[in-house]
């Protein structure tokens, strides 16, 4: 199965910073088929992104997918108070379906 | 808008089977695969498997296809996970999950999340 490396575990910083998480995988991700999540702890996952770099419905532009085979990011270009939270990389190109281990974005 | 409700928490002893269900309203249900995803306290997310209703057909992740079941009613928009010979490991928070066109592998509608318990 395909191993996704998120880097870093943790981000700590301040509203209207850039944020930007990193997704590497073990072997090449078909299709580039990846997907970014965002998790506020007690809540359930909210699709971001999919196919590397599409934003999903009513995400705002400040979220940017980048990346193809086996490196991925997440750029968020300027924080916003709601943007706190766990963010998993999630691979859906070859079974089983994996995601990362999470990067937590924290308040400075 | 799809919604996706789940049925409550549930507390099993060590050994015994759990059924979740997950009802969905407001939406496209049966041409969509439904799938489960299930995150340990304090931990990630580990997909489990799911199905396409209108199919009828199951995808399971290898680690979990000697232990669960996962079916669909079309007839009332609801999936459910079942899980049997549960350890303490399966204390875990299982969500069910739309996947956003068809079957591809990406989840657009998440449900609430329902707390599993497993004790001895």
């Known amino acids: 199965e395909i191993v996704l490396t998120q880097s870093p575990d943790t981000l700590s910083l301040s509203p209207g910073q850039r944020a930007t998480l990193s997704c590497r995988a073990s072997?090449?991700?078909?299709?580039?088929?990846l997907a970014w999540y965002a998790q506020i702890p007690g809540r359930a996952p909210r699709l971001l992104i999919y196919?590397?770099?599409r934003r999903a419905a009513g995400i705002p532009d400040r979220f940017s997918g980048s990346g193809s085979g086996t490196a991925f990011s997440l750029t968020i270009s300027t924080l916003e108070p709601e943007d706190f939270a766990v963010y998993y990389c999630q691979q859906y190109g070859s079974s089983p379906w994996t995601f990362g281990q999470g990067t937590k974005v924290e308040i400075k | 808008q799809l919604q996706l409700i789940q049925s409550g928490p549930e507390v099993k002893k060590t050994g015994s089977s759990v059924k979740v269900s997950c009802k969905a309203s407001g939406g496209i249900f049966s041409r969509f695969g439904i799938n489960w995803v299930r995150q340990a306290p304090g931990q990630g997310l580990e997909w489990m498997g799911g199905?396409?209703?209108?199919?009828?057909?199951?995808y399971y992740a290898e680690k979990f296809q000697d232990r669960v079941t996962i079916t669909a009613d079309k007839s009332t928009n609801t999936s459910f996970l079942e899980m049997n010979s549960l350890t303490s490991e399966d204390t875990a928070t299982y969500f069910c999950a739309r996947d956003g066109s068809g079957w591809t592998g990406w989840f657009d509608s998440w449900g609430q999340g329902t707390l599993v318990t497993v004790s001895s």
């Open positions: 196919g590397a770099s």
């Open positions: 199905t396409i209703p209108v199919f009828g057909s199951t």
């Open positions: 072997q090449s991700v078909r299709n580039n088929d």
